[in-house]
């Protein structure tokens, strides 16, 4: 991309009003590209000099003639590609670092600008209103379901505790998002660990960019995951898939920890915004000419859910300038949550183009015999469970302080009300 289409990286920069805190960096990886070239001929033209020499050199040993300078040249020529390799690997490594900080290309279809430029393009039932709705976090202790002072006294802020019918709850959400998506949708379902190494973390670019957001292990170069996208995209790293097995859908119930540095202060009340959290994940492997369909259908996998638990939704296309750092185009699922006030974002469906798969080196090989070449991947909760909860608790609250619970879910929880 920075030597071949710097234009087109220069302009996805632009509509993510990134350009200019970017583009001294931009600049210096162009430099670094061209030294690296430059270097790795130089290396190659010093090689063939030596092997010429080391030929001469046993031409003269046959003819019983002195090759000692021939044989001084040649040192010298390994003392200079030595230190041209050096020079070639302290390049590589900051083309590296450098490259890894440059985001996804957004796509033509989604709007330059920044969150004011986000768009509704369509919604689902009508939002309640009411002022003597009891926010979440107050019914659900009265109902017993949520033990926040609990929850932060063994583990900290931002930590929960779910008892009695709220865990069952919990569980039941697991139960009813994993059958819709494996009987319904077609994905696979798998149990992934909840740590993963450095290398899956920058496979689905996690890492470097937001270290500060995770939790490491200490004395391990190894992170709980933020979400299950990452196990799931990162188990075909560094394999080559037959295109016959594609689109590949995989989904995984996991719990996920993120320490949200950067969000201090913001939405701190009830569940709004937690460090540990659960959530049922969908990813997809794609062929590059399909993902654009594939990201509308994994975005109706998401939506069927919010139906079912019969929450009002609408679908927002992120603009370029608040489109995640490796996504090339998302649509937010968004349910209104009426004592708060607020539309909470409960599932981000995103397609990533060839943005992971190049960091991940995931590739397929065309029916056609053809070379391999990176799939595009795509991923999106189907849903997270915290807002989903919130919201359960406002919109279907009713006046004697009880929660009718939507019969899709009933089934699971055993339960048509929580009193």
Not at 383 to 412: K, M, N
Request: charged residues 25%.
């Amino acid at each position: 991309m920075v030597r071949e289409h710097i234009d087109a990286l220069r302009n996805g920069l632009r509509r993510r009003g990134a350009l200019d805190a970017l583009s001294p960096t931009l600049e210096r990886a162009v430099t670094l590209d061209k030294a690296r070239r430059e270097t790795i001929q130089a290396v190659e033209e010093r090689k063939a000099a030596r092997n010429a020499v080391t030929q001469q050199v046993g031409q003269r040993k046959r003819a019983a003639e002195s090759a000692d300078e021939l044989q001084e040249q040649s040192r010298a020529l390994g003392d200079e590609i030595a230190r041209l390799d050096r020079e070639l690997a302290q390049t590589e490594s900051e083309l590296s670092a450098i490259l890894l900080e440059l985001p996804n290309i957004t796509l033509d279809q989604v709007p330059a600008g920044g969150e004011e430029s986000n768009a509704v393009v369509r919604s689902w039932g009508t939002p309640r209103e009411g002022a003597r709705i009891q926010p979440h976090w107050e019914i659900g202790a009265k109902l017993g379901l949520i033990d926040f002072e609990r929850g932060a006294k063994i583990s900290g802020s931002g930590f929960i505790v779910f008892r009695g019918k709220g865990a069952h709850l919990v569980r039941s959400l697991m139960n009813l998002m994993l059958d819709v998506h494996t009987r319904e949708h077609g994905y696979e379902e798998t149990w992934v660990p909840v740590v993963v190494n450095r290398a899956s973390m920058m496979g689905t670019a996690q890492l470097p960019k937001f270290e500060e957001d995770m939790y490491a292990l200490k004395d391990q170069d190894a992170f709980l995951i933020p979400t299950a996208e990452v196990p799931l995209t990162n188990l075909y790293r560094d394999e080559i898939l037959p295109e016959s097995e594609l689109p590949k859908a995989l989904t995984a119930y996991s719990a996920c920890f993120r320490r949200e540095a950067g969000a201090a202060g913001k939405d701190t009340r009830g569940l709004l915004r937690v460090h540990e959290f659960d959530k049922v994940e969908l990813v997809r492997y794609v062929t590059p000419e399909s993902s654009n369909d594939q990201l509308e259908l994994l975005t109706t996998h998401a939506e069927k859910i919010l139906t079912l638990l019969e929450l009002p939704y609408r679908v927002v296309r992120l603009a370029s300038g608040d489109t995640g750092f490796a996504s090339a185009h998302t649509y937010d699922l968004e349910v209104y949550a009426p004592a708060v006030g607020k539309w909470l974002e409960v599932s981000s469906c995103s397609n990533f183009t060839d943005f992971q798969a190049r960091r991940g080196n995931i590739r397929y090989k065309p029916a056609d015999g053809g070379k391999p070449r990176f799939i595009h991947t795509l991923n999106g909760s189907g849903l997270a469970f915290p807002r989903t909860i919130a919201s359960i608790l406002e919109h279907h609250q009713q006046e004697d302080g009880s929660v009718i619970i939507p019969a899709a879910l009933s089934t699971y929880l055993g339960a048509e009300r929580l009193t």
